[in-house]
């Protein structure tokens, strides 16, 4: 499947590609793309059914690697650090155990290796998205001002309007394939399950307020991921590149050596 992509940065420098999570886009890693094209060439695809990338009624990510490979062939991409959110964690960490060769250095973002949970957050933006007639709404205050009724954190609203855009003169549509993820919902959630350890350099950034990597969790990364460093930032939530996005970019500076020497 060919994705979309967001490209930052001259094409002549080292590669860096960033995977989103589920219900997000390549939009919502612009700042931070922005930001390390002065050291990369950044691309972030949309994956498929997310975004502006085409829509498929299978989803999965053995899918969703195969898209990335494409993706590299179609650009030349030989090896690039890789780094992922959520479900773009579990992605670039699919994609570091299954192709080691490409993934120069791997830093994962909020999440670990295990099966996931379906969570109150998941259920409400997908049983929002199946109950909401879009013909409906005039403007987008109007829809801002029905998803604040519904959804019980300002992140959440904000993070689901990027999920509309208009259909033409008037009206609006989705850009999520729902029904593929609603039906596909157990494969997002599988366990990373390794073929052999990652020796590459590799930084797992989680939330303090977050229980997407516990200690457990990380002790048996390590075991897999036997470079693997660890930071937490200090009051975050799952959201650890929105919450504190200084610390969140200090910290990958530090762990790519950026501005030393």
């Not at 940065?9 to 002065?38: A, C, Q, V």
Request: net charge negative; charged share 25%.
């Amino acid at each position: 499947m060919k994705l979309f992509v967001r490209e930052f940065g001259d094409e002549n420098r080292p590669k860096m590609l960033i995977l989103h999570g589920l219900f997000g886009m390549s939009d919502n890693w612009t700042g931070i793309g922005k930001y390390y094209s002065k050291y990369y060439h950044v691309l972030i695809p949309d994956h498929r059914n997310h975004g502006l990338s085409p829509h498929s009624d299978d989803f999965g990510y053995e899918l969703m690697l195969e898209d990335l490979l494409e993706l590299a062939g179609d650009r030349n991409i030989e090896k690039a650090v890789v780094l992922g959110h959520s479900m773009g964690g579990k992605l670039a960490m699919n994609l570091a155990f299954e192709h080691p060769e490409f993934v120069s250095s791997l830093i994962i973002a909020d999440i670990s290796m295990r099966e996931g949970e379906f969570r109150t957050n998941h259920a409400a933006i997908l049983e929002l998205i199946s109950r909401t007639d879009l013909s409906r709404f005039a403007n987008y205050a109007d829809l801002q001002a029905y998803f604040s009724s519904i959804l019980p954190e300002k992140k959440l609203v904000q993070f689901t309007m990027k999920n509309i855009k208009r259909d033409g003169k008037a009206g609006f549509r989705w850009k999520l394939n729902y029904q593929a993820i609603y039906n596909n919902i157990h494969k997002v959630m599988e366990e990373v399950t390794p073929g052999r350890p990652y020796e590459g350099p590799v930084l797992v950034i989680r939330g303090e307020k977050s229980d997407y990597v516990t200690d457990e969790d990380f002790a048996e990364m390590v075991g897999y991921f036997p470079k693997a460093q660890l930071v937490t930032i200090p009051g975050a939530s799952h959201w650890v590149h929105a919450d504190d996005t200084p610390f969140f970019l200090r910290s990958v500076d530090d762990f790519l050596k950026i501005g030393i020497g």
